[in-house]
């Protein structure tokens, strides 16, 4: 989607990401600021390693079974190496979504990392892991609770 003026709200959220994950099919290479953002830090650009037509994609999922896809990842110029790609990885179909999920995984802790601790700067605020989040909600909620023994408990849970 090219950057016209009336395409702008279609991109507004999708910024905001510090790890994207591009499927670039068009040919040619995917610019960094195609999407303008302060926190795009890592793109990882899917492309097929062949062109080809139109038809196949349309056929539905076993059109890519014997597929090779390339790889390439693109980091902000003060963001360093995250990933092992290096220049680009040609890489099965078969592999292609483990592969992917596993080092965005990898380069959205590390940018989580990155930001908050004053990107090699003086830390900004502490890194804070999923586990250490949990347990402070945790103790939160149980100091609200214990300093309102009257809370009806049952009120706060929401079925599924």
């Given at each position: 989607?090219?950057?016209?003026?009336d395409?702008?709200?279609?991109?507004?959220?999708?910024?905001?990401?510090?790890v994207?994950?591009?499927?670039?099919?068009?040919g040619?290479?995917?610019?960094?600021?195609?999407?303008?953002?302060?926190?795009?830090?890592?793109?990882?650009?899917?492309?097929?390693?062949?062109?080809?037509?139109?038809?196949?994609?349309?056929g539905?999922?076993?059109?890519h079974?014997?597929?090779?896809?390339?790889?390439?990842?693109?980091?902000h110029?003060?963001?360093p190496?995250?990933?092992?790609?290096?220049?680009?990885?040609?890489?099965?179909?078969?592999?292609?979504?483990?592969?992917?999920?596993?080092?965005?995984?990898?380069?959205?802790?590390?940018?989580?990392?990155?930001?908050?601790?004053?990107?090699?700067?003086?830390?900004?605020?502490?890194?804070?892991?999923?586990?250490q989040q949990?347990?402070?909600?945790i103790?939160?909620?149980?100091?609200l609770?214990?300093?309102?023994?009257?809370?009806d408990?049952?009120?706060?849970?929401?079925?599924?």
């Open positions: 989607m090219p950057n016209k003026e395409n702008l709200h279609k991109k507004k959220e999708i910024g905001n990401d510090a994207k994950i591009i499927w670039n099919d068009g040619k290479p995917y610019e960094m600021n195609t999407i303008p953002s302060e926190f795009n830090l890592v793109n990882f650009i899917i492309e097929p390693h062949t062109q080809m037509p139109k038809a196949v994609y349309q539905g999922w076993p059109w079974a014997n597929s090779f896809f390339k790889v390439l990842i693109q980091t110029s003060s963001v190496i995250v990933t092992p790609i290096g220049d680009f990885k040609i890489v099965s179909a078969e592999h292609l979504p483990r592969l992917i999920r596993h080092y965005a995984l990898l380069a959205t802790h590390f940018c989580r990392s990155w930001v908050d601790t004053g990107r090699d700067q003086p830390p900004t605020e502490p890194l804070v892991t999923n586990w949990r347990l402070y909600w103790n939160k909620t149980d100091k609770f214990a300093s309102n023994p009257d809370t408990v049952d009120s706060y849970y929401v079925p599924s």
